[in-house]
């Protein structure tokens, strides 16, 4: 079987979730992951930053990023999945769809935030798809998602499942 990148793809489902963003809403509760049950967007969405990242890959038809099925992940489990298959990157790798997860500096180890690029790793302020519980799907530069905490980048499984 041909590689096939779903990048584009993921970036398309981005805009989608943008144009119907007053259908998404950012939850913690059990139907964040409802999403799994259908092969394309559908709305209204209800998800949290880690099913967001994590549903767009999968209406994309890319592997999963927490390495785990499909089944439960979050930040940490994307940390783990990432740094196990050596997905860790510098920003200026970054590529669109690639994923940076954001931590407290005095503990890395547990990230609370991740988003989307939007843009590559070269431009300065590079762009991401945000789904925060702050503001339901929105672009926000890298210097605003910074703030809240230091960002780890890392490749996402963008291959064709």
């Known amino acids: 079987m041909a590689y096939v990148d779903t990048r584009s793809k993921c970036l398309d489902i981005c805009h989608q979730l943008l144009h119907h963003r007053y259908e998404c809403h950012y939850s913690e509760q059990a139907n964040r992951w409802a999403w799994k049950n259908y092969a394309v967007p559908t709305f209204p969405f209800f998800s949290d930053c880690s099913g967001t990242f994590t549903a767009i890959d999968w209406w994309a038809g890319a592997g999963d990023p927490n390495d785990v099925g499909f ?73 605003v998602l910074s703030t809240i905490g230091t960002p780890i980048f890392f490749r996402n499984r963008t291959r064709h499942r």
């Open 71 to 143: 089944g439960y992940g979050d930040t940490a489990t994307l940390l783990h999945a990432a740094t196990v298959d050596n997905r860790i990157i510098k920003k200026a790798l970054m590529l669109p769809a690639d994923g940076c997860l954001f931590a407290d500096p005095s503990n890395p180890a547990l990230p609370h935030h991740v988003a989307m690029a939007l843009q590559d790793g070269t431009h300065r302020d590079p762009l991401f798809f945000n789904m925060g519980s702050s503001q339901d799907p929105s672009i926000q530069p890298l210097s």
